[in-house]
Structure formats: structure tokens, C-alpha cells
């Protein structure tokens, strides 16, 4: 097998792999991954939420108890839709944000993230066009990447997509003789910005795509972490027969069991359950028998609301070390989710200083990650879910030394 000089095996089947291999990239925030697991580094890059005061001893005898009693149900296949009575939990869950489900419209996926990529292979050939909004969730971008399609930003207001925008997105594609084939927004406590769209603007929005007949996928993992408490209606409650709704475990119990769903018009959901069927055949028994006994026998309900106020009070302690140590920086107050949008000052290049950032012992994901096309070097996504209040501080102290060590060196040289 050849070897390189750094001594890293080039790949013997370079050449087998199908074209579309290519698109596949690895996210900025994965390619962070093994640098800022070091305990050396705050990082306030990923999106990794924080279980440290999950009832761990209850979840273990829940879940012995699961495997003692129904272990030959949990450890068997199950349907590729999911198991009926979990659905029906899952509908429990979107009633908590006022979403009336039918569990029949519901399939089971592993999280929301297979759900975008589903949603995606299922409408999307190479050279199609999806509208998201600017920025976006990476990790959507990256699956859109995969699949070929031209990702186009809906530039945002603070009240959301800017529904003149949005028409004209549309409409300009259209005359190009260009496939648009969906809206993928996050409405609620967006990531990155953890901004949420108006409910007027929900109204304006669902209005323009039933006009112009375009699809909508609502990716909703945040829904229900508003720090007031406050829920927002689901665009799929506004026009269900055109929003394929997204929902998650994973920020409101814990990202292990690797649960999500699809909530879908009945034609939508078929194809779906296909997929589904043809990628895993049949979701986890045994997650799904676990979540359903957490839902029914656990407080849940005041599981989130104390995840609401770990998150707030993160979120103020971030807010005051911007106040403190960037004041020339600017960022929004998130009121919900996992994440802060900072503008850096005039002069710095996000993407290009995080390397000399890491070294500074801090990592944070540069803005570019949320773009398709490169836009984001003046940003940058602080997270505030994973890291506990003295080290957001004392990692927004280190970004703001190598910025003034970056401000120093671009001084020098202007000089
Ligand atoms: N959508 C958004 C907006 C997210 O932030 C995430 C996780 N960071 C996901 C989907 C995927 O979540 P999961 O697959 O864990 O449900």
C-alpha cells in the first residue's frame, strides 16, 4: 500500500467509489471534533447538550426493568415505522408545543438528522434547488451537499425569513427553469442564531409556499427550550397538508438513543416509512421501549423545564462575558436553544483565525460552517449548552486575547 510522507495510507479504492462519494465533506464543527475534546480546550463549538443531571440511576432501573420484562420485544425487530405505542408518546410530546398529531402520520427515524437526509433523498435529485434560511444548520447543509443540491439563503430579519425574500427566491428560481424543491427552516431557536420566527411571519411564510406550491421541511429540535416557557405554533399546524414537521429527543432528553421523527402529510409519510424501511429496516426496539417508558413514567415534562433553566442561566452567563470582553463585537440574546451569533469586530476573519484560537485553548465554530457558499467569515457561533458558566467566561476571555492578538499582527501590517 503507498504511503505519503507524513505517513498517512493513501486510499486503495481511490478509484471505486461512486462520483457522488465526492460530495460527502466532513462538517467544520466534526473536523473540530478530536482537537476540542482535549480538557485543555473550552470549547464553544459543538452543539452537544448537557446530561450531566439526566436521573441516571432511575434511567438504569428503568432500563433493566424493560430488558427483564419485554426484553424479547425490545431486542427484536420491530416496524419500520416505528412501534404503534411510542407514536402515540411522540404525539404526547408535540401536544407539550400545541401540535395536534395523528401518531399515524408519524414515523420514527434516527434523530431528525436521518430525517433530513431522507426528506432530502427523497426530493432531491443533483441540481435541484433548496431554500434555507441564511445561515443554516451545518449539519443540513452537509446532507444537501451530499445529495447535490444547490443550497439558495433566505436572508432573515429579527422576526425571521423575510417572506418578500422568500417569494422572490422562489419566483427568481422558477423563471431560471430551476427545480425548487423545498423550504428547509428552522423556526425555533434557530441554529445558529437562536432566533425564532414571529407568528405573523409563520403565517406569511406558510401563505407564500402554499401559493407557490413548495414544500416545507420544519426542523423543530428546540421547540420546546424557550427559557420563558413560551411555545411558538408549528408551521405544520398552519398548513399541514405542505410541512413535513421534524422533531427530536435530543435536545429535550439526550442525543444517545439517536430518536427522531418525521410528522407528515399521509402520502409524504409512506414514502418515508420506504426509506426508512430500505436505510435500517426498523428503528431501534430498544430505544424506542426505553424513551416510551421515560415518557410514561418520568417527569419529563419538569425535565426540560430544568434543562430550560441550566440553558438560561448559561446563556447570561455568555451574554455578560460578551458584555465584559467583546464589547466591540456584536450578537444577539438568544430567548431559547443552544446558541449565540456573534458579528467580531471590523478586520477579523472567523475561519481563518480559529486555528490560532485553538491553540489559544478555545474553539468556537466559524460562520462559514452555516453558509453553502462561503459567506460567515465575520461571524461566528458561540454554544452555550455544553460547558458549564465559568468556563463560557472563561472561554469567551480566551477568543477575546486572539483577537486582540489577531487586531495586533493585522496592525502591523497595515502600518
Ligand atoms: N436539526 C438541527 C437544527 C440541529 O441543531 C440538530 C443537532 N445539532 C439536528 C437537526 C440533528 O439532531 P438529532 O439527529 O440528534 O435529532
Same mark, same amino acid.
Given at each position: ?88 408518546? $411522540? ?11 395523528? *401518531? ?58 423575510? *417572506? ?43 401563505? $407564500? ?11 423543530? *429540535? ?10 411558538? #405554533? ?20 439526550? #442525543? ?8 407528515? *402529510?399521509?402520502? $409524504? ?34 425535565? $426540560? ?111
Amino acid at each position: 500500500m503507498a504511503v505519503t510522507t507524513q505517513g498517512t495510507h493513501l486510499d486503495p479504492w481511490q478509484d471505486a467509489y461512486a462520483a457522488k462519494a465526492d460530495n460527502l465533506r466532513e462538517s467544520e464543527i466534526r473536523a473540530l471534533f478530536a482537537v476540542v475534546s482535549r480538557p485543555e480546550v473550552v470549547s464553544l463549538a459543538g452543539g452537544m447538550p448537557n446530561i450531566t443531571d439526566l436521573p441516571l440511576a432511575e434511567l438504569a432501573a428503568s432500563a433493566q426493568d424493560l430488558i427483564r420484562t419485554h426484553g424479547t420485544q425490545a431486542l427484536q425487530y420491530g416496524s419500520g415505522q416505528g412501534w404503534p405505542d411510542f407514536l402515540e408518546s $411522540i404525539a404526547e410530546v408535540m401536544a407539550a408545543e400545541g401540535t395536534i398529531a395523528d *401518531p399515524g402520520n408519524i414515523a420514527v427515524t434516527t434523530g431528525s438528522q436521518q430525517a433530513i437526509d431522507i426528506m432530502t433523498q427523497l426530493f432531491v435529485d443533483p441540481g435541484d434547488i433548496v431554500l434555507a434560511e441564511s445561515p443554516s444548520y451545518v449539519g443540513a447543509l452537509g446532507v444537501f451537499a451530499a445529495q447535490q443540491a444547490e443550497v439558495r439563503h433566505v436572508p432573515m430579519d429579527s422576526d425571521g425569513l423575510i *417572506p418578500q425574500a422568500l417569494e422572490e427566491a422562489i419566483v427568481t428560481a422558477r423563471k431560471e427553469g430551476r427545480a425548487v424543491k423545498f423550504l428547509y427552516t428552522i423556526p425555533n431557536f434557530q441554529n445558529p442564531c437562536g432566533m425564532s420566527m414571529t407568528i405573523e411571519r409563520r403565517g406569511e411564510i406558510t401563505e $407564500i409556499c402554499r401559493k407557490h406550491h413548495l414544500l416545507i421541511v420544519e426542523d423543530n *429540535p428546540y421547540g420546546l427550550l424557550g427559557f420563558d416557557g413560551q411555545t411558538y #405554533p408549528a408551521l405544520a399546524t398552519l398548513w399541514p397538508e405542505g410541512v413535513v414537521y421534524l422533531g427530536s429527543f435530543s435536545k429535550i432528553f439526550a #442525543p444517545g438513543f439517536r430518536c427522531g421523527w418525521v410528522y407528515a *402529510p399521509a402520502s $409524504i409519510r409512506k414514502k418515508v416509512v420506504l426509506a426508512l424501511e430500505s436505510a435500517v429496516l426498523s428503528p431501534s426496539m430498544v430505544g424506542q421501549m426505553a424513551l416510551h417508558a421515560y415518557l410514561r413514567d418520568y417527569d419529563w415534562i419538569g425535565q $426540560i423545564a430544568a434543562y430550560r433553566s441550566m440553558y438560561r442561566s448559561r446563556r447570561d452567563a455568555m451574554i455578560q462575558a460578551l458584555n465584559d470582553y467583546l464589547p466591540d463585537a456584536s450578537w444577539n440574546v438568544p430567548d431559547g436553544g443552544f446558541y449565540t451569533w456573534v458579528k467580531a469586530p471590523e478586520g477579523i476573519n472567523t475561519k481563518a483565525m480559529l486555528p490560532r484560537a485553538v491553540a489559544g485553548l478555545v474553539a468556537y465554530t466559524s460562520g462559514t460552517a452555516f453558509y453553502a457558499d462561503g459567506q460567515g467569515t465575520d461571524h461566528m457561533r458561540l454554544s452555550f449548552c455544553y460547558p458549564p458558566e465559568d468556563e463560557i467566561r472563561e472561554g469567551v476571555r480566551r477568543i477575546a486575547l486572539v483577537m486582540n492578538r489577531e487586531r495586533e499582527i493585522h496592525n502591523i501590517f497595515e502600518d
